[in-house]
């Protein structure tokens, strides 16, 4: 295994020989039939690179997607793959070094987006975000997780359920603040409830009308909802961080709120990352298929609208585009309810080229937002989304993910567009139809 | 006992051994760690997610379209070696006629000037991925010693078949050990490298597709 040239890791704390027992421990825990399979079977063909944004903004070989899990292929290799014996007696795979593991951090966490565009493009079906999430968790149990920003989101989120350290009595304040202001009814905390809808903590600092969106939104749906302090945030940066007991933490914290006021369905905020650990993980964390549904926002909206609870004041010729967030749409299935929107909005969609599927990431996903030396590299990867959305012509940029949001609104601004970018939660709630119930 | 005939005999009982034992011991070191159940609501039934297992081992041999411009020389090149060598393998009379001995399984042979053809551009494909491993930056890296192996293990019996249809150049004897002989050391490498991918890829297909049908995601 060959070191790539690494930006300055933040010092360990850890003596090197236990941060690499830690990392070790926790590569063979986390690899199952699935990932020994994915990581059994690359051919090197190098293919992933030529669908990776960083790859193909720098030519850069070290950002090739599965060079990037390369200190978990060489641990499976040498403790828990069917010739590890052969691996350790010939020293075909030496142990990694804590130097390695270090020098690896930043193409684990910087460099990945885990968006999932290499596992369209590998002939071998290798899921490359998946491997490069348990890389992350064997990197977080080291202490390797990028100190300037993403460890301490993840240790507030541990103490408070937020990763902005927000608490209870604050999150309660804050809904009553946003229900004042925007002249919306606001349930909180009610002890009985069908829909409870989950926010993003980047909603919270950056976007609160989203809030009131939602519930404007509900309300005029006339369903019985509630939204609860005690599991409210479900941005979950403890997934990216690769913190698994923060990220169970979290969502055991939101499905035990859920089952307190029975709950039948819990919405996902316009976060990706948020759907995919509460749609698709937060059972296994449970141990147990849940006991209600989970949707992500915009599909409650798209059933809203086609079964009439929703009802909206369509424009006329809105020239807009929509960016799919990758959780949403090519690792989460959820690509035709935006769009089923829009056309409810009279939107006139100009799709990117690669809409849907094989969309280009923002640059900014995966917590890549989130490290701050990250920056320049996420810029540069966020050229190909720049070019995609002027070659629309789109006066509006519509996304459902916060993230993406925060990232496209910075990547505009950098480059003056004149197009805006806006949440497609809260433009449905601006053009509902005017409703008794509301 | 000659070379040829140790060759014919017991040394591919031997090589074949080895492959089988070696394949099977592979997989069941895969496929028997502990799996983590799914819980998680499925979007679509169990007939829909085998579907999308299936879909996806078809649908992955063509890149999607919007891929092509950035790949297209290495697809281009893979497809013709794979194809070539399989048209050899499976077109060829004498490999038909081995088959035939050892499973009593017969199917009709293609032209010798076909296969003589397809050998050549297997050949030549081959040469072209090894020069591009060795120049491309992103390969370069990717490398290890497993898939210089590989090819050169590919490579000799490519080289000695075509050698021996040619039937004018040198002892017909020999190089017919040869190629028998390259071809065993290639059955014995296969379950060690990447060569496995030759059942490896039905599986991680499978399971992406199977895993991304559950979620209504791309396959």
């Known amino acids: ?438 | 006992m000659t070379l040829l005939e140790f060759a014919r005999g017991p040394a591919l009982q031997a090589s074949a051994l080895i492959m089988i034992a070696g394949m099977a011991w592979r997989m069941a070191g895969i496929l028997l760690l502990r799996r983590r159940p799914q819980y998680a609501a499925s979007r679509h039934s169990l007939a829909r997610r085998m579907g999308g297992g299936a879909s996806l081992i078809l649908s992955r041999f063509i890149p999607r379209r919007t891929f092509w411009p950035r790949i297209a020389v290495g697809v281009m090149l893979s497809a013709v070696f794979h194809l070539g060598l399989a048209l050899v393998f499976f077109g060829g009379a004498p490999h038909i006629l081995l088959v035939h001995q050892a499973t009593g399984l017969i199917w009709p042979n293609l032209p010798k000037g076909l296969i003589v053809m397809a050998s050549g551009l297997t050949l030549a494909a081959m040469i072209a991925l090894i020069v591009r491993r060795r120049l491309h930056p992103v390969l370069r890296l990717l490398s290890t010693a497993d898939d210089y192996v590989s090819w050169l293990l590919v490579f000799l019996p490519v080289l000695t078949g075509i050698l021996l249809s040619g039937e004018a150049i040198g002892d017909y004897g020999s190089l017919l050990t040869l190629h028998i002989l390259s071809v065993e050391a290639l059955m014995i490498w296969l379950p060690f490298g990447k060569l496995m991918h030759s059942v490896l890829v039905f599986a991680g297909r499978w399971t992406m597709g199977v895993t991304f049908a559950r979620k209504g995601a791309a396959t």
């Open chain 1, 1 to 438: 295994m060959s070191a790539p040239a690494p930006p300055t890791p933040p010092a360990a704390t850890i003596p090197d020989a236990e941060q690499v027992a830690k990392a070790m421990r926790r590569f063979i825990a986390d690899i199952g039939p699935a990932a020994a399979l994915a990581m059994e079977s690359c051919v090197h063909c190098g293919r992933c690179a030529e669908a990776c944004q960083f790859y193909v903004q720098t030519n850069d070989p070290r950002y090739t997607p599965i060079h990037k899990i390369a200190p978990l292929k060489q641990a499976y290799e040498r403790e828990l793959g069917p010739f590890a014996f052969v691996y350790r007696l010939f020293g075909l795979a030496p142990q990694v070094t804590a130097k390695e593991l270090e020098s690896w951090q930043a193409l684990i966490y910087d460099s990945c987006n885990m968006c999932g565009r290499c596992s369209l493009i590998c002939p071998m079906a290798i899921d490359i975000a998946d491997l490069v999430e348990r890389a992350r968790h064997g990197l977080f149990e080291a202490g390797l997780v990028p100190a300037d920003y993403l460890g301490a989101l993840a240790e507030k989120e541990q103490a408070t359920g937020s990763p902005y350290g927000l608490t209870q009595a604050q999150f309660r304040d804050m809904l009553h603040d946003i229900g004042l202001k925007h002249g919306v009814v606001m349930h909180v905390d009610e002890a009985k409830a069908d829909i409870i809808p989950t926010v993003s903590s980047i909603d919270l600092k950056m976007f609160p009308a989203s809030m009131a969106a939602i519930a404007r939104i509900l309300n005029h749906m006339g369903v019985s909802w509630t939204f609860r302090t005690d599991g409210f945030d479900a941005d979950n940066a403890a997934l990216t961080a690769g913190d698994r007991a923060g990220q169970r933490k979290i969502t055991l914290g939101i499905i035990r709120a859920a089952l307190a006021c029975g709950a039948r369905t819990v919405v996902m905020p316009e976060c990706g990352h948020a759907f995919t650990e509460m749609r698709w993980e937060a059972a296994n964390s449970f141990g147990q298929a849940l006991p209600f549904r989970v949707v992500q926002i915009t599909e409650l909206l798209a059933e809203g609208l086609s079964d009439g609870r929703i009802r909206v004041n369509p424009g006329v010729g809105e020239r807009a585009t929509y960016h799919d967030a990758c959780q949403l749409s090519r690792r989460g299935g959820a690509s035709a309810a935006p769009r089923l929107i829009l056309r409810a909005l009279g939107v006139d969609l100009r799709e990117m080229g690669d809409a849907g599927d094989a969309n280009w990431c923002c640059g900014g996903g995966g917590g890549v937002a989130l490290v701050k030396r990250a920056q320049p590299l996420r810029d540069l990867a966020f050229q190909i989304k720049r070019r995609q959305v002027e070659a629309t012509g789109a006066g509006t940029v519509y996304t459902s993910c916060s993230g993406c949001r925060q990232t496209l609104e910075h990547g505009g601004k950098t480059a003056n567009w004149t197009s805006t970018v806006a949440s497609l939660l809260e433009r449905v709630a601006d053009t509902l139809a005017h409703n008794q119930k509301d």
